[in-house]
């Protein structure tokens, strides 16, 4: 008995040795090559002395692949529960004052980035359309069909930005370009990335995509 277990032990030990090689070898940096594969040129690497990850994580788990987002056809719409909706193009969106923030994202898989964004206050963005008095939820609604929310309160509070650089560098499509929702202290399900629509609401009780599928909302805040 004891000599089979020994033997799956063994087996167990081996595969995840060739299953670490693969994934590359770590430096004196504590960087595994897989890890600075995932650098991209001119990407910067270090922020005021704390070292940045990769913008592009280990692996996509989006739920419909990476969108390629046409960037003169795009537009972010602001609607729901407000005085005026909106329509803003990209350029628009650039044109507000800009915030840059290092901000972790922990996925639920167990993996997690450091990052130094640079984006736009997502208030800035709600004002230009006014949110009506009874809104206090905030819908996201994504290019893929991705949807998750958030209180009102919260984005206001945490001056939470819609960020369009990551790493000093133009958002690569797989981390949502044009715009990601830098959803901080919140689990990665909270970034929705490749945003097309905010919508203002009153609906506490919203579930978006995998909040409907079990994840929490009550997460802290
Ligand atoms: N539009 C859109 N945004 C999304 C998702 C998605 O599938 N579609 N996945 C979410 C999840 S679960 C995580 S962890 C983060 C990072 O996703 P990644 O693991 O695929 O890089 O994006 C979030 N935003
Ligand atoms: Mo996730």
Redesign the pocket.
């Known amino acids: 008995m004891r000599k089979v277990f020994c033997c799956i032990l063994s087996f167990v030990c081996i595969f995840f040795l060739n299953a670490c090689r693969s994934t590359g070898t770590t430096d004196t940096d504590g960087i595994s090559s897989a890890t600075e594969e995932r650098y991209q040129e001119l990407e910067i690497r270090e922020y005021n002395g704390i070292r940045l990850d990769p913008s592009i ?1 280990p ?6 692949g990476i ?1 390629e987002v046409d960037i003169n056809s795009y537009v972010l719409k602001v609607s729901g529960l407000v005085e005026k909706p909106d329509s803003l193009r990209y350029e628009d969106v650039l044109a507000l004052p800009s915030y840059e923030k290092l901000i972790t ?1 922990y ?3 167990g993996w997690e980035a450091t990052v130094l964004w640079k984006g736009v206050l997502l208030k800035d963005i709600i004002d230009l359309a006014g949110a009506d008095g009874k809104a206090n939820t905030v819908i996201f609604h ?3 069909g ?1 949807t ?1 929310s958030q209180p009102l309160q919260n984005i206001i509070d945490k001056n939470m930005i819609l960020a369009y650089s990551a790493n000093k560098l133009d958002l690569p499509p ?3 370009y044009p715009f ?1 929702v830098v959803a901080e202290d919140k ?3 909270k ?5 097309n629509e905010i919508e203002l609401s009153d609906n506490e009780e919203y579930e978006g ?2 909040e409907s599928r079990g994840y929490s909302d009550q997460v802290e805040e």
């Open positions: 994580g692996r996509d788990n989006s739920i419909q969108q994202l996925c639920v898989e994504s290019v893929d991705y998750t797989a981390l949502g990601i689990p990665g399900y970034w929705a990335r490749w945003v995509y995998w």
